[in-house]
């Protein structure tokens, strides 16, 4: 059974900086594109950006573009999220999720990190 | 503002049917598969639904899923209290270059 555990989540203040991690275990992590996908409270599933195995393609939404940076670690099964600019529209429940492409958005998902944006 | 319109809620009894609506456009089921999410909160979304109709291993035929030209729709029958979560649609829209969620609609089982 696939494993994804997101680490890293916190109280930061607005402008700050945070990098989140992802441990995947249990599957072949080269073989997969992932994404980080968000919840802020009360409000529903937002995607936040996607990379592909090998790194050479990077897609991010419009409200993180500029500000957040993916990446992974292939020899490490890791994946990153490293967010700057922090702004408190940004408090939610990160996931890192494996991408099933085809129009599949997640196929597995981790339990989540809280990211709060407050001063 | 999501690209794909999800009825807000849904109410129904144990045991009935409920099909679910995600509206899209030409740049997103137009043009892609479709998928669906169930989320109950507190825990991890799960998927229920990929590539329009299919079901991952572990999923009841209890859910089924389709997609006509730009819309898509989830069926659930015998609805079981155990049901009750957020369900979302997904797929990828070419036009922003992105993947897009539906607004999301909330089952309760009465």
């Known amino acids: 059974e696939v494993q994804l555990v997101e680490s890293g989540g916190g109280l930061v203040q607005p402008g700050g900086s945070l990098r989140l991690s992802c441990a995947a275990s249990k599957f072949i992590f080269i073989d997969y594109g992932m994404n980080w996908v968000r919840q802020a409270p009360g409000k529903g599933l937002e995607w936040v950006s996607y990379i592909n195995s090998g790194s050479t393609s990077i897609y991010y939404a419009a409200s993180v573009k500029g500000r957040f940076t993916i990446s992974r670690d292939n020899a490490k099964n890791s994946l990153f999220l490293q967010m700057n600019s922090l702004r408190d529209e940004d408090t939610a429940v990160y996931y890192c999720?494996?991408?099933?492409?085809?129009?599949?958005?997640?196929?597995?998902w981790g339990q989540g990190t809280l990211v709060t944006v407050s001063s | 503002q999501s690209v794909l319109t999800q009825p807000p809620s849904v109410s129904v009894a144990p045991g009935q049917k409920v099909t679910i609506s995600c509206s899209g456009s030409s740049s997103n089921l137009g043009s892609d598969y479709a998928s669906w999410y169930q989320h109950v909160p507190g825990t991890a979304p799960k998927l229920l639904i990929y590539?329009?109709?299919k079901r991952p291993s572990g999923i009841p035929d209890r859910f089924s899923g389709s997609k006509s030209g730009t819309s898509a729709t989830l069926g659930i029958t015998g609805l079981q209290t155990g049901d009750e979560a957020d369900y979302y649609c997904?797929?990828?829209?070419?036009?922003?270059?992105?993947?897009?969620f539906g607004t999301g609609t909330r089952v309760t089982v009465l």
């Open positions: 590539e329009n109709n």
């Open positions: 997904g797929t990828w829209d070419r036009g922003l270059s992105a993947y897009v």
């Open positions: 999720a494996t991408d099933g492409g085809r129009g599949t958005v997640a196929r597995d």
